[in-house]
């Protein structure tokens, strides 16, 4: 398993995995915006690479992951925080039970309802296209979430996990996380999870599952081009 590909995710997603929902031109590429709002550079981009990532970026506010980059004259930097990026253990992952549903792009809506409420990070119309998600629904309703996001050739990030209020402290989260990692193995890969560097809560949690914390020093950058 590459730890390399953990420092740049989204370039190698975007080259590969992800490669049918990108926007490219050159060696940059971005997720058709209804997808994500990711975009990348090759990791050590040149002044073309940046020209070819404002052509396919046009007025949108695009977020870079992973290693910092140093956004060049013609760029701003808008925002930036860093990210806890951690490794599952081996072993984490199980089977789902019969009460946990495989979602599609037909559930987006009440996807996109879960996550306003929760607010785990950005999720839009057609990330659902980005990997598989579960979920478990009570009396009709979705209740807990958690999917695929990022997928480079080692690793596949666990994404979007959350659960409504009124469902928490019931565990429901850390079973559709555990069965997306099992997915994720059965595809070859390792499953791997960011979170905000200030959130200890998430942390503590994944810490507790056996999580490895993995200081490659990412951040999140809001970039656009300069007005």
């Not at 590909?5 to 997720?31: N, T, Y």
Request: with cysteine.
């Amino acid at each position: 398993m590459s730890l390399s590909e953990l420092d740049h995710p989204v370039f190698h997603a975007l080259s590969g995995a992800h490669r049918h929902l990108a926007i490219r031109q050159g060696e940059a590429a971005r997720f058709r915006p209804t997808v994500a709002s990711f975009a990348a550079v090759p990791p050590a981009p040149t002044a073309q690479d940046w020209s070819d990532l404002a052509a396919v970026a046009g007025d949108d506010e695009m977020i870079l992951f992973g290693v910092p980059q140093e956004v060049p004259g013609g760029w701003e930097e808008t925002e930036r925080f860093e990210v806890v990026q951690m490794t599952a253990p081996e072993g984490f992952g199980r089977p789902a039970d019969d009460d946990v549903i495989r979602l599609s792009i037909d559930d987006a809506q009440e996807m996109l309802e879960i996550v306003a409420e929760a607010q785990p990070g950005p999720f839009f119309p057609e990330t659902p296209l980005m990997g598989a998600y579960y979920g478990i629904r009570e009396e009709g309703r979705l209740v807990a979430l958690a999917g695929e996001r990022l997928t480079t050739p080692s690793w596949t990030e666990i994404s979007a996990v959350c659960t409504r209020d009124t469902h928490r402290g019931r565990g429901l989260a850390t079973r559709l996380m555990a069965v997306v990692a099992h997915g994720i193995r059965e595809q070859g890969r390792r499953p791997f999870l960011h979170t905000g560097a200030g959130n200890a809560t998430a942390i503590r949690l994944y810490e507790h599952l056996g999580f490895e914390r993995r200081d490659g020093g990412n951040v999140v950058q809001f970039v656009r081009v300069a007005r």
